[in-house]
Structures are given as C-alpha cells and as structure tokens.
C-alpha cells in the first residue's frame, strides 16, 4: 500500500483543507504538495493519531478493523457494501455541503479523516480496486480485538426440522451403477435414465436429485476414469474392493479437495455462458470454513445460514466483489443473474445445493424439512462428519456380506450389500433391467456373454463368481453357461410375420407367383414365413392369384419397407 504521503499528495487543496480541519491542524501552505507534506508530518504523529483514532464512532472504527484483518486492504465493493459508501463529490459540492461534518457512512468518515484511500492494485486475477489504508498511517493504529467467533446463522425453530433425513453412503452404490454403465459403453440417453432409478429407490425423498454427473465427476477428480471416459481397470478394482467406510472417506476427499468440480455450475436452476473463470475451490474452502462454526450435534436452519452469509460474507466466492463480469441466467426465465441484486439466486442458491446436496450425498450432513415431501429447511452434521471431513474413514459402516440371488430363468438380483467388486463384475457378463427394491436386477443373455468374451472374460470366469457369492447356483444355469462356452447360442426369439393358407395348393401357387422372393421359412404344408416389410407385395400377388387375404396384424408388425 502507499504511504501516507503519496497517499494525500494525490488530493487536491480542497480536500487537503477538509482532512485538515477534521485534524485540527491549521495549514500554512497554499498548494497542494506542500499541503500534503505538512498533513503528514501530523498525521503521523502518534499522539495525534491515537486522538484521532480514539474519537472515532464505532461503525468507524470497526470498518478501520475490517481493513486491518484483511491486511490494510479489502475490494472497494466489498467495503463500500460493508461500511457504507463514499458519495462522489467535486469541489464545488464539497465545499457547500461539507460532507466531513456529516458523512453518510462509517466508510465516508474514513475518506474525509483522509486514512481511506481507493486505488486499483495488482492481484493474481488483475487489477482489482481497493479500499486500503496507507502502510506507515495504519501501523500505529492498535490491533483489533479478536473476537469470539460467533456461529452463521441460528439454531432451526420445531417447524425447520420436523421431518429429518439422515445421511447415508448410497452414492457408493449409484458409483458402483455407473462404473459399470460406462464400462459397458451405455449411451449419455442411457446414463442419465440411472438418475431416475436413483430417485426411485432412495431410502426417502431427497433434494437436490443426485445425479451421474455430479458422480462421474468424484470418479473423474479421484483418478479412476481414463481419457476415453471409460474405468481405468487397477484404480477401478482397488476402489471397488475398499470397504464402505474407505471408499466415502476417499469420495469425500475427492470433492472436497478437487479444483476441478465447480459447484457453481453444478447448482440446479443456473444456466453458464461465456468463458469466464471462478475458482471453485476457494469457494468450496470458504464454505466448509462457515460451517465449522456451526455446533455439532444441533440442528441449523439453513435460511439463517444463508441469510447471516450474505450478511457479513457475501463475497466469499468473488475475492474482488465482481458481480458483472460472470454470465449467469435464470434456466427457466431466461434472465441474466449480474449485479449483488441477485445474490440469493446465484450465490444462496449454490449454498443450498452444497449443503442438501454434496455435502448430504457424501455422508456428512443429516437434513430436515418441515414434512416429507418439502424442500430442506435445517440441517446437521451427521454421526460420522468429524471424521470424513478430516479424511478419514468413519469408524461405523455397513459391512458388504449380503449374497445375490439368481434364479433358473437366468435373471439375477444383486442386493445392495453384496460387494460392489462383485456387482461390478455380474453387470460385465449381464444385461442391465434396473435397481428396485433394495437390490440391482440383471440378466445373463448369450449376446452379454459374447459382450464379455471380447472383454477378455470368460463363462468359467462367471461360474466362479456365482459360486462363491450366490445363495445357490442352479444347475439349470451351470449348463446352460457351459453348453454356450461349447456351442454358442442353441436357440433363438424372433418376431416374424407368418402367412397360413387353406390348403397346400394355395402355398404352391404363391410359390410359383412373383411374390416367392419374399417368402421365408416353410413352417408347414400350409404356412410360411414372409420376410420383414414384404406382407404389402405377398397380399398383392394372393390378390392377383384370386385370394383375397385377412390381415391381422400388431400395431409394431404393420411396417412396410417396400
């Protein structure tokens, strides 16, 4: 920061002549340098200093011991919003209003002490203007007290937390889904259709929804996902092989300590344009540092969080106090979110997300809300928070000892607490049918074998798994894998369009017609099968032959290709 003097030799005589007066110093010089030499040499002065300091009112003197905590500095638009603001005045004004005798704001009374300077300084992000405080001037200022650190926020009232939803580790179970999904190559249409079953099977309502994206980022900050999006093998196996307890506390890390997933532009009801950068991290930190304020143990109404936040904190993500170069809209009016104006819908709005989201889904936040089917209202930090948030494995978590089941029609059904390595691997042999009911459902088809042989997995590789962690394997599916490692697939449904005549006759005629190219398999002296898209040109050579023909067919088998 400048100096004192460098400070004042920027104003002009007017002002030299205000800050004077306010000091009770009586100026002999008549221009502005020499003005500005003399100021200093009494500002400086300890004694006068102190009187000064001394005198102030106490908003001022608390915005004087806002600028020293932040080290003599603090962006002008994050002061000015604090402690008030500096009207802007020209000499002409000044004189015939004399602000300095009755300033508007804590902050205009610093600017008319002249120990309020304003002036754009270099940051790592550019040039911010400041607020500061000239560096001989502020040390002989006392140190600030140091405060007991008081709680953002307030405890939740009966209505806040009346219906409460703990934390649980089923996002361990939705990563084991989408390992697999995207190991299998499923579609982004696909992908996105597991949130649903997500919302589904939830052990209660919860909001926001958890969605593949906000998982495929953990795995993508935790190293587990290549280049190609799919699974790396080694990481993938060793996650998957953790206990529970292991695998949250790594998942909570990751999101915890990751640069790369952006809350901000995760949070629901924000629409993203342009190319601009905020710094995710920063914000997540100054987040997780408000909540250590909160009690352990009490419920915490979420408004009051946010409200106390925008209060006394509002800027937390925007070190320059910014809010007009970020490109925010509303996603369902379509109206730009620029400007403080819109804090809540920008900056409350990711609080909320954080909180009733990551924070939730992770196993760190219990939530509560006025009735079941309600948005959060109050939240609390979970029996195993202390522990995740310092990155350790909680000390309490279920134990993956359940087996799965399969039945002899080929379906299976993984319950949750069947080891997730497990899972894994019955999703590379099988078709996929969904999660319900506590469980994950699957099928095993020749064509999911056939997918698994060309990734290198082998039917005896299958038969060895369900030995070990199925209830039962029964016999019927022992052969039927082993009869397809011999012989492939032995049968086979298809859709087929047939044609049935009265007698042989009829048949042969058809067959000596123009229409024996579209004609299939003979199935009997009087029905045969007719190709895909061909019954329109067999009905036309019937009708041309004398016949006429009934047609009866399913809405899905109407079709003509011509």
Request: charged fraction near 20%; proline fraction near 8%; charge should be neutral.
């Amino acid at each position: 920061m400048p100096d004192l003097l460098h400070h004042l030799q920027n104003r002009d005589l007017g002002f030299l002549r205000i800050v004077a007066e306010v000091w009770g110093v009586e100026l002999a010089a008549s221009d502005a340098p020499s003005a500005a030499g003399q100021l200093a040499l009494a500002m400086l002065s300890s004694r006068q200093a102190a009187d000064l300091i001394e005198s102030l009112p106490g908003g001022a003197r608390a915005a004087l011991d806002d600028l020293l905590r932040s080290k003599g500095a603090l962006p002008w638009a994050m002061f000015t919003r604090r402690h008030g603001e500096v009207r802007d005045m020209g000499a002409a004004r000044r004189e015939r209003e004399k602000p300095h005798r009755r300033p508007v704001s804590a902050a205009e009374r610093l600017w008319y002490c002249g120990i309020l300077g304003r002036a754009f300084f270099d940051t790592p992000t550019g040039p911010v203007e400041m607020a500061y405080i000239p560096d001989d001037f502020a040390a002989l200022i006392p140190a600030p007290t140091a405060a007991l650190p008081k709680p953002f926020g307030r405890p939740a009232s009966q209505t806040e937390k009346a219906t409460p939803f703990p934390a649980n580790d089923r996002i361990l179970d939705h990563a084991c889904t989408l390992l697999a999904a995207l190991r299998l190559e499923f579609s982004p249409e696909a992908i996105s259709t597991l949130a649903v079953d997500w919302q589904i099977s939830s052990l209660y309502p919860v909001w926001p929804a958890l969605t593949p994206q906000f998982v495929r980022a953990i795995l993508e900050a935790d190293g587990l996902l290549g280049d190609n999006g799919l699974p790396k093998p080694e990481p993938t196996r060793h996650f998957l092989e953790l206990s529970r307890a292991k695998a949250i506390a790594q998942m909570a890390r990751a999101w915890m300590h990751s640069p790369v997933i952006n809350d901000l532009r995760m949070t629901p009801g924000l629409a993203v344009e342009g190319e601009w950068q905020n710094d995710a991290l920063q914000a997540r930190y100054a987040l997780l540092d408000f909540l250590k304020t909160v009690p352990r143990g009490a419920w915490w109404s979420l408004p009051g969080f946010i409200a106390d936040i925008h209060a006394q904190q509002p800027d937390f993500q925007r070190p320059a106090g910014d809010y007009d170069s970020w490109y925010l809209r509303d996603a369902s009016s379509g109206q730009f979110l620029r400007g403080f104006e819109h804090w809540e819908r920008v900056e409350g709005a990711m609080i909320r997300y954080i909180i009733s989201g990551p924070l939730h889904w992770l196993g760190i936040l219990d939530l509560a809300a006025p009735q079941a089917d309600a948005p959060p209202q109050a939240f609390r930090f979970s029996a195993q928070a202390a522990e995740l948030l310092a990155g350790a494995p909680p000390s309490t978590a279920a134990l993956e000892d359940e087996k799965l089941l399969i039945s002899s029609d080929a379906r299976l059904r993984v319950l949750r607490l069947v080891p997730r390595v497990v899972r894994y691997q019955i999703a590379r042999f099988s078709e996929w049918e969904g999660e319900k009911e506590e469980a994950y459902h699957y099928r095993l088809t020749p064509a999911s074998l056939e997918r698994a042989r060309k990734q290198g997995l082998r039917p005896n590789h299958l038969l060895a798994l369900l030995r070990q962690h199925a209830l039962t394997v029964p016999p019927s599916i022992s052969r039927a894998v082993g009869r397809w490692q011999d012989y492939g697939s032995e049968a086979r449904l298809e859709n087929v369009m047939i044609l049935r005549v009265r007698n042989p006759e009829i048949l042969q005629a058809v067959r000596n017609s123009r229409a024996a190219r579209f004609l299939g398999e003979q199935l009997g002296p009087t029905v045969i099968t007719i190709r895909p898209g061909s019954w329109v040109k067999v009905q036309a050579a019937l009708a041309e032959l004398g016949y006429l023909t009934e047609v009866t067919l399913s809405q899905s088998g109407s079709g003509d290709d011509g």
